[in-house]
């Protein structure tokens, strides 16, 4: 699988969990008691944002580890070009 697919996946199944979460908790306020949600649903809900935050999360962190990762090699690498540079 290419990383620009498996990426779609992933933001495709977490915008998915998000509306879904959301729209099961807008049915929940209107079926019966009217006005209640019952702790199940909410209880679904806060799983379908944990799993939304987890995606979103987990792919921002590693794409800020790996650019301060390859700006200190690049760095490293420029030091190293400079020290031995021959005339």
Same mark, same amino acid.
């Given at each position: 699988m290419k990383k620009e697919t498996r990426e779609s996946v992933q933001v495709a199944t977490a915008v998915a969990m998000l509306a879904g979460g959301f729209a099961l908790s807008v049915a929940g306020f209107f079926t019966p008691p009217v006005g209640q949600i019952h702790e199940s649903v909410l209880g679904l809900f806060a799983e379908c944002l944990v799993y939304a935050g &987890? @995606?979103?999360? /987990?792919?921002?962190? @590693?794409? &800020?580890?790996? &650019?301060? @990762?390859?700006?200190? /090699?690049e760095k490293k690498m420029e030091e190293y070009n400079n020290k031995h540079v021959r005339i």
């Amino acid at each position: 699988m290419k990383k620009e697919t498996r990426e779609s996946v992933q933001v495709a199944t977490a915008v998915a969990m998000l509306a879904g979460g959301f729209a099961l908790s807008v049915a929940g306020f209107f079926t019966p008691p009217v006005g209640q949600i019952h702790e199940s649903v909410l209880g679904l809900f806060a799983e379908c944002l944990v799993y939304a935050g &987890s @995606i979103f999360g /987990v792919t921002i962190y @590693i794409q &800020s580890k790996y &650019s301060e @990762i390859r700006n200190y /090699v690049e760095k490293k690498m420029e030091e190293y070009n400079n020290k031995h540079v021959r005339i």
